[in-house]
């Protein structure tokens, strides 16, 4: 029953999206506001429909409901109850809901926390938000509906990709999708700004918090994927250049460009065509990642082709909302009057420099992921195209990047002078310098891993450089210090530290070079040294876990003579998909770890062990949490500033008269 | 990302329920600077069965027999070239997962030169435009002359 109201709970849904796309749109042309304030309470509603209709979707495979086709196929009665509720969106019906569901989420939000927006322009980017809902909402209706009965329900269901059994899955892809649809309201912003035709400052200042949430998210989103897969998939790989996560990077790095380009046209009221152009080619990214992860394409073009229903219909999504996006883009952009005027040494130009790297990077990623498909499509040529390409591309192009950060960080707007920023610059590039020959005359060791880390070192330094003038400048006593520190916008630490946690991310990265790794077979009780620490594997301990059986290998790390950690690695077996699993054993010293993946346990205790050293391998995903702290930094600063504007009105009108 | 990665994953168990992890310490050879070859060149070649893996990485048997095919090679003295050209004769291009420069595959890795060159190019024509529409920064004749009489009003 409750899963009947759930499906029409979003059939209700997809009404109040046709009436959110059509109404508010009338009303900002008529100029009627009884049509624009209908855009809120609808969006606000049409969340708690599709709210609703996940929660029965959710209840159905909490409680083992296998007269659902999803439940059957996904989930079993002795699945632990955490994967039974994360699992609704481990299947391609869940995750296309939880899909809707933040789309809706984000409308709710715009409806409840932008009442300072211009009320036209809230009608407008609501409408836009509906189009997408609807859009979304009759594809999950018309060919993935999560809500089909089996007719004959089994006793039992097949459970769960043991893969997916994973804490990993319970926070990874919600904060994902909080990215990556996140982005949707940047389009709806730019779609409705170009609409009504008013491009400008106010535009650029309601849609940065917006942009920054989505950014958040979207960088805690692919950390969490790839630690994920790197204690996972067994073999220490972090990232592996593969089209799924090709998917979530490229609207990354669309919304990295983009939060910076915000920033110009906030302060500047320049780069307008741009920075719409970037908001649309976000969320568009965005589409495309949903096609390529939805449709089956990459899987091969011919498994698309043999049940091209869901790719196709995403298709035609895609090219109408990217088509008529571009469209009117092109319409309105023309009659754009351009801002301020800038010399090409200043802020504003090293952020457009950093938008033509960013956008590069991204367009090399696209053509990266597409290239194999659109070959195969046109000449039946099969290529690959994989790590090394993306090595061989990407990064060159990034690594300019990181040279140029606290550089632009440091130039003023309009005009700057590089040789002041060059002496400003020059103890952490000294510093760098220096930890670079260190580096080389103590370790040794790959030469890429020896300069990325000393780039690193000067991206981290450089970043704190302007906030350290502002701070310390001039020789000042403690209090003033705190002083000033409270008088500085909160966005300016956020730009240090979201820069230099890319530093400490690259830091992490580039000490990848100095890692060990052995493969050999281990007798119980036989001792093995990787990097600093000695392993010794004591014995294979069969357990029983709640719906799978494993064999843990019992392995001590010793430094120095001493047992600094106890490891478990296991392979696991899942007796309902007859599948096995290999759970890594990782311990954490310092910043670095040992990890260790079993496999093969023959009936003398003997396993086959893949034993890695990874020094300061945390720092990879310590960067990401330390960029996304920079954000929320930004995030609060914002949030503050509109709330700020809201107040300050108010009390210009300390005597609010009766209306009419 | 992961849940399309482990269906992929899923569907490789399926046909080998048991089967075993990527390098396998009896495959591994006895010369360590050998060794060190084939697992760089491992690293560079796909696995034919796998989405977007290398015969490094992967668990399926295909990959295995691929990695014991590359050691007996190398220990047949052959160089790199000569086993990538081997395998790709047998397999076609699809097998390394860094594409070859040729007719079907300079657009690919022209892409990021040309996008990068491209965006250059517009940044600069943009800010040609841009200045020369830009009001003149020194003052005319007339405003001077005018600008001069007003100042001389100020002063007297």
């Known amino acids: 029953m409750i899963v009947e109201t759930g499906h029409y709970a979003l059939v209700l849904a997809l009404a109040l999206a046709l009436v959110n796309s059509v109404l508010p749109v009338w009303g900002s042309v008529a100029r009627d506001q009884r049509l624009m304030a209908v855009a809120p309470p609808v969006a606000l509603m049409g969340f708690g429909l599709v709210a609703y209709a996940y929660f029965a979707l959710t209840m159905a495979h909490v409680v083992s409901d296998f007269s659902l086709v999803n439940v059957v196929e996904n989930s079993h009665s002795a699945k632990p109850l955490i994967y039974k509720i994360t699992g609704v969106w481990g299947n391609h019906e869940g995750s296309m809901l939880l899909w809707v569901l933040v789309l809706s989420l984000f409308a709710a939000a715009v409806a409840l926390f932008s009442r300072s927006m211009p009320e036209d322009m809230r009608a407008n980017v609501l409408a836009v938000q509906s189009w997408i809902a609807a859009a979304f909402i009759l594809f999950i209706l018309l060919t993935s509906n999560p809500f089909a009965r089996v007719a004959e329900a089994p006793a039992e269901g097949n459970d769960l990709n043991p893969l997916l059994q994973d804490p990993g899955l319970a926070i990874h892809p919600p904060l994902l999708y909080l990215g990556y649809v996140g982005l949707s309201i940047t389009y709806s912003f730019a779609a409705a700004a170009l609409i009504s035709g008013r491009i400008d400052a106010v535009f650029a200042r309601f849609v940065r918090p917006w942009t920054l949430i989505a950014w958040i998210s979207l960088t805690l989103g692919i950390a969490m994927g790839s630690y994920w897969a790197y204690y996972t998939l067994g073999w220490g790989g972090f990232w592996f250049w593969d089209p799924v996560e090709n998917a979530s990077l490229m609207p990354w790095l669309a919304a990295t460009a983009l939060l910076h380009c915000t920033a110009v046209m906030e302060k500047r009221e320049a780069l307008k065509i741009w920075t719409i152009f970037l908001a649309i080619l976000a969320f568009s990214l965005s589409l495309v990642g949903t096609f390529l992860v939805r449709s089956g394409v990459l899987t091969s073009v011919h498994s698309f082709a043999s049940d091209p229903t869901r790719g196709v219909f995403i298709l035609l999504i895609l090219v109408i909302f990217i088509g008529g996006s571009l469209a009117l883009f092109a319409l309105r952009a023309g009659g754009l009057q351009q801002g301020g005027l800038f010399a090409p040494v200043s802020r504003e130009g090293a952020l457009v420099l950093n938008n033509l790297l960013l956008t590069t990077c991204c367009a090399t990623v696209f053509v990266g992921t597409l290239y194999p498909l659109a070959l195969e499509a046109i000449s039946g040529e099969k290529i690959s195209v994989g790590p090394p390409f993306f090595n061989l591309t990407f990064v060159p192009l990034f690594i300019p990047l990181f040279i140029l950060m606290p550089v632009g960080q440091l130039l003023p707007w309009k005009r700057g002078d590089l040789a002041g920023v060059a002496q400003r610059l020059a103890a952490a590039f000294g510093a760098g310098l220096i930890f670079m020959a260190i580096l080389a005359a103590w370790r040794g060791g790959p030469a890429v891993s020896v300069i990325l880390s000393g780039v690193a070192v000067y991206v981290i330094l450089g970043s704190f450089v302007d906030l350290g003038r502002r701070l310390f400048g001039g020789g000042v006593t403690a209090d003033m210090v705190s002083q000033r520190a409270r008088g500085l916008p909160r966005h300016a630490f956020g730009t240090a530290f979201a820069h230099a946690g890319l530093g400490v991310t690259l830091l992490g990265l580039a000490a990848t070079g100095w890692g060990a790794e052995k493969i050999t077979a281990l007798k119980p009780g036989e001792a093995v040294e990787i990097g600093p620490y000695e392993l010794t594997f004591e014995s294979v301990v069969p357990r029983n876990g709640p719906n799978y059986s494993e064999l843990a290998g019992h392995t001590l790390i010793r430094s120095k003579g001493v047992v600094v950690a106890t490891i478990e690695p296991a392979t696991r077996f899942y007796p309902a998909r007859r599948m096995n699993r290999s759970e890594a054993g990782i311990a954490t010293l310092g910043l670095g770890q040992v990890y260790v993946s079993i496999a093969d346990v023959a009936a003398n205790g003997t396993v086959n062990a893949r034993i890695f050293w990874k020094p300061l391998v945390a720092l990879i995903w310590i960067g990401a949490l330390v960029m996304a702290f920079g954000g929320c930094l930004s995030l609060s600063d914002l949030s503050f500033r509109v709330g700020i504007a809201r107040r300050a009105r108010k009390a210009q009108a300390p005597h609010p008269q009766p209306a009419e | ?156």
């Not at chain 2, 290398?54 to 090679?73: K, Q, T, Y």
């Not at chain 2, 003295?77 to 395998?87: P, V």
Request: aromatic share 6%; net charge neutral; hydrophobic share 50%.
């Open chain 2, 1 to 156: 990302m992961i849940v399309a990665r482990a269906a992929a994953l899923t569907c490789l168990l399926l046909l080998a329920p048991l089967a075993a992890s990527a390098v396998q310490p009896d495959e591994i050879m006895t010369d360590p600077r050998l060794e060190a070859r084939a697992r760089a060149l491992s690293a560079q070649l796909r696995c034919m069965v796998c989405q977007n893996e290398s015969i490094d990485e992967s668990h399926a048997d295909l990959a295995r027999d691929l990695r014991v095919l590359v050691r007996e090679r190398l220990q047949a003295g052959d160089s790199d070239d000569q086993i990538r050209a081997f395998l790709v004769r047998r397999y076609g291009d699809f097998i390394l997962l860094k594409p070859p420069f040729k007719l079907e595959t300079w657009l690919l890795w022209g892409a990021p030169f040309l996008i990068l060159l491209a965006g250059g190019g517009i940044i600069f024509v943009a800010r040609r435009r841009q200045t020369s529409l830009a009001p003149a920064k020194s003052l005319s004749e007339a405003e001077r002359a005018k600008l001069d009489a007003m100042l001389d009003e100020e002063g007297s």
